[in-house]
């Protein structure tokens, strides 16, 4: 599995959530890692926080830099909530009177004095500091000092086994699309890659040697208290001996028409066009296997928690109660506001802190778009979610909304009926000029269920279903018919 590693190894933290478990617990000590990026994806905060964590240790760190002041890389980090008071600093950049000062040199070349003081001066630094910790931003300010790319390239190998002898673990950033970093990235222990585009900040770990790397990106967010990492939820290999449970849905003949109800630890998912009643379902569901005892949660995509409230306290389920119980859970997701990743580990917590055992996501619509990622990437996604649920034993309801009114030309309207061990369609028919409501279940992998339809009704009581529907045909084709004789 990713992020084993040795326990010959030691390591220092990086300080950034999540990074660690993507490390196999942190920076390996007295090797070099490589922070790629383009501008403005989070080098500089990373390497940052990483002496930041340090230097809160007690470990003496330093931070070379070049293109930026102390002064302004000290307010930056600071309105992050980032401290490096206690950090060295070491700048090999041109003061300000550069630019007005008139030097000559004679018989030697300006750039071969100023090249060795540069050099002199990282080695006098790190010899009278001894820092354990040491960030590069950016490395590419060494090959400046060199006149050949093979004299950078002994220059940083150079560097690497001169910080290694004394024990120190090295972080450098490179900026992508200045250069070929193919060189640095050979000769780095490691090489962790920062993203931004549409798909919204991604982290990778593409190279650690000495540890298994996990394959992908990963979900990253730059907030006011600095970076955050959301490790893809990983599921473990699912060796329970299944024996499900079963939770009744708390809808009287929903039940008869699923065998009895719901297994527990299974996926379920409620398809249907707009305003069928699929929400109400999932809340009276949710209301039900809190009454006996099970906690539950549902995610709102598509309408707020005051919304969801009121409709749910209508037909007779206690939100307010149940939330303030602790026995059930309620949040609102705000749109591009979180990774899938950043989603999946909320949910994680959730059900390893508060101890949830029904998952309700509304709807899968909903997480597509207001996720970041595209929807092929956010499906894979809420399958590895669904996993890892179902092999912690916990049952999820996924409501997914059909864009055809009458018929039923596909399972389910997002092509996740692949993730259902239950699907359970609810649909609108039109009898003599009358719209009614059907519900009916098309798989069901556990157990027996009813193969009928039957006309359901939303009620100020919720969700009433009624017996089987046995005098209409072609209700699946969307022209339905009435049999007279019966």
Do not use: C
């Not at 222990?189 to 996990?214: C, F, M, N, W, Y």
């Not at 009704?457 to 529907?469: H, K, L, N, S, Y």
């Amino acid at each position: 599995m990713w992020g084993m590693s040795s326990p010959l190894l030691t390591r220092h933290t990086s300080g950034v959530s999540g990074l660690d478990s993507l490390l196999g617990g942190g920076f390996v000590s007295e090797r070099m890692y490589l922070v790629l990026g383009r501008p403005g994806t989070g080098k500089s905060i990373l390497g940052s926080t990483f002496l930041a964590d340090g230097a809160a240790r007690g470990e003496r760190t330093l931070y070379i830099h070049g293109e930026e002041s102390r002064e302004e890389i000290l307010l930056n980090a600071s309105t992050l909530g980032i401290d490096l008071e206690d950090v060295e600093f070491l700048d090999l950049g041109p003061d300000s009177e550069f630019f007005s000062e008139d030097r000559t040199y004679e018989l030697v070349d300006p750039k071969d004095v100023a090249d060795e003081r540069f050099i002199d001066d990282i080695r006098e630094t790190i010899e009278d500091l001894d820092p354990s910790r040491v960030l590069v931003d950016p490395i590419s300010q060494l090959r400046h000092f060199e006149p050949t790319d093979h004299q950078y390239r002994r220059r940083i190998v150079s560097f690497m086994r001169f910080l290694r002898e004394r024990g120190t673990t090295v972080l450098a950033t490179e900026t992508v699309g200045n250069q070929d970093t193919t060189a640095l990235q050979s000769l780095s222990d490691g090489v962790v890659e920062l993203q931004r585009g549409d798909e919204g900040r991604r982290i990778a770990v593409s190279k650690h040697r000495g540890t298994a790397a996990p394959a992908g990106t990963h979900g990253l967010e730059i907030r006011s208290d600095g970076l955050e990492v959301f490790p893809a939820i990983m599921p473990e290999p699912d060796d329970r001996e299944f024996d499900p449970e079963v939770l009744a849905t708390g809808v009287d003949n929903l039940d008869d028409l699923l065998g009895g109800g719901l297994e527990r630890g299974t996926v379920t998912i409620l398809s249907g066009p707009t305003g069928i009643g699929k929400s109400t379902t999932a809340a009276e569901l949710l209301g039900s296997v809190t009454e006996s005892g099970t906690r539950g949660a549902i995610y709102l995509f598509e309408e707020d928690v005051a919304t969801f409230t009121h409709r749910s306290e209508t037909f007779g389920v206690p939100v307010t109660e149940l939330v303030d119980s602790g026995d059930l859970t309620v949040e609102e997701i705000e749109p591009l506001t979180r990774s899938p990743e950043e989603f999946a580990q909320g949910v994680k917590q959730d059900v390893e802190d508060l101890g949830v055992e029904v998952v309700v996501i509304d709807g899968v619509s909903g997480y597509k778009q207001a996720l970041h990622g595209n929807r092929a990437d956010t499906t894979q996604k809420l399958h590895a979610l669904t996993r890892y649920l179902k092999s912690v034993d916990v049952s999820v309801v996924l409501v997914d909304e059909l864009s055809q009114v009458t018929g039923l030309r596909e399972a389910t309207g997002e092509g996740i009926s692949y993730l259902a061990d239950n699907l359970v369609f609810m649909n609108y028919v039109e009898r003599e000029g009358r719209i009614e409501r059907v519900v009916g279940v098309l798989k069901k992998r556990v157990g027996d269920f009813e193969e009928t339809l039957r006309v359901f009704e939303i009620t100020g009581d919720g969700i009433q279903v009624a017996g089987p529907v046995e005098d209409v045909h072609g209700i699946l084709d969307g022209a339905p018919s009435v049999l007279r004789d019966a």
